[in-house]
């Protein structure tokens, strides 16, 4: 079984600033980690993923996470917060590709963040 | 390169009817997941087809079904439809072997149950 806990429902920053959202999962396999961005009225749009290889993951319009096994973490960072960034950010798990078997995502409730100017 | 898209964007109905919801899957994908998104909270796995047989279902009644077709697009199908059955429905695309899992997401089609 996998879980995902997202501390925070809602995240105010101002701009310019440091972007922490923080993810914490739960996996009895290796997990293949996933940050979504949504915005209002909108689908989901992949920011970044882990699957193997190199813990810290570079993501698009500046976005980066890093993968701690020991925490079992996988918090989404960003130096400097810009207004569009406000939006819904949700972060999933699923289980390491092995095969065709069924490899649902699970997501968090999700982080709102917001972009104070 | 035609990504995941969904029809109707909106849709309203009374407790009791059907509803038949439909994705077209990006363009060499052949697998494809539908979510459950209600207002507030991260989406929820219904179920994944992949050749169009079911591969793996979540926590929902029988009463949502779907089916996938030759060319990978799919259709989700809810009977008896509920007021908690209000959501965005979401449809995802993947390709089975490419190794990372990645889904990629259409905009949503949005259920209203009155």
């Known amino acids: 079984a996998q879980s995902v806990t997202q501390l925070g429902s809602h995240v105010s920053v101002s701009e310019g600033a440091l972007v922490l959202l923080r993810c914490n999962y739960s996996s009895s396999v290796p997990p293949y980690l996933f940050w979504y961005v949504q915005y209002p009225n909108q689908g989901l749009q992949l920011l970044l993923k882990?699957?193997?290889?190199?813990?810290l993951v570079k993501g698009i319009n500046g976005f980066e996470a890093e993968f701690k096994k020991s925490e079992t973490s996988f918090h989404l960072t960003k130096p400097s917060a810009h207004m569009s960034d406000a939006a819904e950010y949700f972060c999933?798990?699923?289980?390491?590709?092995?095969?065709?078997?069924?490899?649902?995502?699970?997501f968090g409730k999700g982080t709102k963040l917001s972009v104070i100017p | 390169e035609t990504g995941v898209t969904q029809s109707p964007t909106h849709l309203i109905k009374t407790r009791g009817q059907q509803v038949t919801l439909r994705c077209s899957s990006q363009s060499g994908h052949n697998t494809v997941s539908w979510y459950q998104q209600a207002l507030g909270q991260g989406p929820q796995f219904i179920f994944q087809?992949?050749?169009?047989?079911?591969?793996g279902r979540g926590n929902f009644p029988p009463r949502f079904s779907g089916l996938q077709f030759p060319n990978y697009s799919s259709e989700l199908n809810v009977n008896a439809l509920e007021l908690d059955d209000s959501a965005l429905y979401l449809c995802?695309?993947?390709?089975?072997?490419?190794?990372?899992?990645?889904?990629?997401f259409g905009p949503g089609t949005r259920l209203t149950v009155l």
């Open positions: 882990y699957t193997t290889g190199a813990t």
């Open positions: 087809y992949y050749r169009e047989e079911e591969n």
């Open positions: 999933a798990v699923s289980p390491a590709y092995s095969g065709a078997g069924s490899y649902q995502l699970t």
């Open positions: 995802a695309s993947s390709r089975a072997g490419a190794g990372s899992n990645e889904q990629f």
